[in-house]
């Protein structure tokens, strides 16, 4: 069993709408909470942090972790076809020192004009 | 805003070959990460550096090497290049003292080896 789980994809949907990316874990170490937007041809860049539990919001994007679950999620509201990406949540024990990341494979997301 | 880059986008080279890829930060970051990206297993960790001249194993190590002899610079090395190599080479880089655990990548490298 992989330690981060993440649907490929593709998940395709009309522009406007409200798009849900999750990923499950098994490790309840985890702590700091990543997810990253990759376009195609290039590297990863980070979209959204959030530490141990709650949601944090950075406008049209909302970021959730439930630690009782396990389960992280990724909410793009009134999506656009700029949004259309791969999506990688990324995870750590800890953030001070050197601490490995550990992703998710990531879910390509298609939004359609 | 720091920049991460890499010295070729794409490179297509031959079974046995001997491969350099390079990667430039520009923000004096302490650590240096190179990972491999292949579809349906995501990112795995080569090797990662915490400092000049200091360098640790990652995930899936065997067949490559690194080199850091400067603190912006952080070098992977395919001895021997083989097929099963063929994949997206992507390299970070992480400002330690940050308070977070944000790693910044690079555009990546798409290697082919035939």
């Known amino acids: 069993q992989k330690e981060v789980e993440q649907d490929p994809g593709p998940l395709s949907v009309p522009e406007g709408a409200i798009v849900s990316l999750n990923c499950t874990y098994s490790?309840?170490?985890?702590?700091?909470f990543m997810w990253y937007r990759q376009y195609s041809r290039k590297g990863p860049e980070l979209l959204m942090y959030t530490y141990s539990s709650g949601n944090k919001e950075d406008g049209r994007f909302t970021a959730q972790v439930d630690k009782s679950s396990k389960y992280i999620s990724l909410f793009i509201r009134d999506s656009q076809p700029s949004d259309s990406a791969t999506y990688l949540c990324a995870m750590s024990e800890r953030n001070t020192g050197f601490q490995k990341l550990v992703f998710g494979t990531g879910t390509r997301l298609l939004v359609s004009p | 805003d720091v920049k991460v880059t890499q010295s070729s986008r794409y490179l297509v080279k031959r079974t046995g070959e001997k491969v350099f890829l390079e990667c430039v930060q520009d923000m004096d970051h302490e650590n240096m990460f190179w990972y491999r990206q292949d579809p349906g297993l995501g990112l795995r960790l080569i090797y990662f550096s915490y400092d000049v001249k200091m360098k640790e194993k990652g995930d899936i190590p065997e067949g490559y090497s690194v080199s850091r002899e400067k603190k912006e610079r952080f070098s992977l090395i395919l001895e021997s290049a083989s097929t099963n190599q063929t994949s997206m080479y992507l390299c970070?880089?992480?400002?330690?003292?940050?308070?977070?655990?944000?790693?910044?990548f690079g555009p990546g490298t798409r290697l082919t080896v035939l």
């Open positions: 490790n309840s170490a985890f702590q700091y």
């Open positions: 970070a880089s992480r400002y330690l003292a940050g308070g977070y655990n944000e790693q910044f």
